[in-house]
């Protein structure tokens, strides 16, 4: 069966320095993943996406990922934070042999201090 | 861009009481899905919905609820006597493609559903 596990649940870091929210996957078949982001009272919105390309993925807003197969990791990163980067992210993995259903992580909080 | 969109964005119903939750997909979208989130919890997949029919549901889509496609544009999802457990915040989605390579879904605003 499939599943994702999002290491941290909430991440705090100050303004201009780097993010990463760690994301751990489980698939026995090739999987896609994706990262989406919630803002407080907001939809989900994909910040960017992995479907068996390339393993390096660059999203909206400066976000990128990187799929390690080896390390069945999918971890999100930002060179520099912005205060409107602050925001519920989640990992996200889906598969063909497992139906085609999303199967979320329990999500990350990120906090960005001035 | 085209988007998902769910009505209401916000309804307050009575314990027992049927509610509907609806969502227009983006036209060409094959496959459709409700989601709920309560509130403090992580986003727990409910439903998924292909070819006018349930292609696969969790065990939280019991016989109290339903979902329907009446008319090619509409994806309803019906609660038929509501429970305080019910209230969550639901989210409907939707997505071309399935299977290898699949597409990204597209998610809805949501509908933040309170029972009282």
């Known amino acids: 069966a499939q599943s994702v596990t999002q290491l941290d649940s909430h991440v705090s870091v100050s303004e201009g320095t780097p993010v990463l929210l760690r994301c751990n996957y489980s698939s026995s078949y090739s999987p896609s993943l994706f990262w989406y982001v919630q803002h407080p009272n907001k939809g989900l919105q994909l910040l960017l996406k992995y479907t068996s390309a390339a393993t390096l993925v660059k999203g909206i807003n400066g976000f990128e990922a990187e799929f390690k197969k080896s390390e069945t990791s999918f971890h999100l990163t930002k060179p520099s934070a912005h205060m409107s980067d602050a925001a519920e992210y989640f990992c996200v993995v889906t598969g063909y042999n497992q139906g085609g259903k999303l199967i979320f992580g329990q999500g990350t909080e990120l906090s960005v201090k001035p | 861009e085209p988007e998902v969109t769910q009505t209401p964005s916000h309804q307050v119903t009575q314990m027992g009481q049927e509610v509907i939750l609806r969502c227009v997909p983006i036209s060409n979208h094959l496959y459709f899905y409700w989601y709920r989130q309560i509130l403090g919890q992580k986003v727990e997949f409910l439903v998924s919905f292909y070819n006018n029919e349930i292609s696969e549901k969790s065990e939280i889509f019991d016989d109290q609820f339903s979902v329907e496609r009446p008319d090619g544009s509409n994806f309803t999802l019906k609660i038929r006597s509501t429970k305080l457990e019910d209230s969550a915040m639901y989210f409907c989605?939707?997505?071309?493609?399935?299977?290898?390579?699949?597409?990204?879904?597209?998610f809805g605003q949501g509908t933040r559903l309170t029972v009282v």
């Open positions: 989605a939707s997505r071309l493609y399935e299977g290898i390579g699949s597409t990204e879904a597209f």
